[in-house]
């Protein structure tokens, strides 16, 4: 089992940045495939960002590239997402997600573990 919390959402106006933060749970994190993915009201919840369990690959939603990235420390059990020149189609609720695979996964039903979410608002 994995648990996983999500923090360091909150308000940004356009242009600005943000960085999510998940924090999971076990002792065997460095096995686990993670990724981030946002749900926006109204709409679906889509892919924003994966990683491998060692963090030597990655994989981005071209909606996001170049502008967020995604990075974990496995001696701390985190994931990161850094935003950057963040939009208000950015807006969403932010989940972390994780998976015993190597990954980088990208598919919602590939994911076995999901945090609570946290919510991002970008203002204009």
């Known amino acids: 089992q994995v648990q996983l919390v999500e923090s360091g959402g909150g308000l940004v106006q356009a242009g600005g940045s943000l960085r999510l933060s998940c924090a999971a749970s076990?002792?065997?994190?460095?096995?686990?495939?993670m990724g981030w993915f946002r749900q926006a009201p109204g709409k679906e919840r889509e892919f924003v960002t994966a990683i491998s369990w060692s963090g030597g690959s990655t994989d981005y939603a071209d909606s996001v590239k170049g502008r967020f990235t995604i990075s974990r420390d496995n001696a701390k059990n985190m994931v990161y997402l850094q935003m950057n020149s963040l939009k208000t189609e950015d807006t969403a609720i932010y989940y972390c997600?994780?998976?015993?695979?190597?990954?980088?996964?990208?598919?919602?039903?590939?994911?076995?573990?999901w945090g609570q979410g946290t919510q991002v608002t970008v203002s204009s």
């Open positions: 997600t994780a998976r015993r695979a190597a990954g980088p996964l990208t598919l919602r039903n590939e994911y076995d573990y």
């Open positions: 076990g002792r065997t994190f460095s096995s686990y495939a």
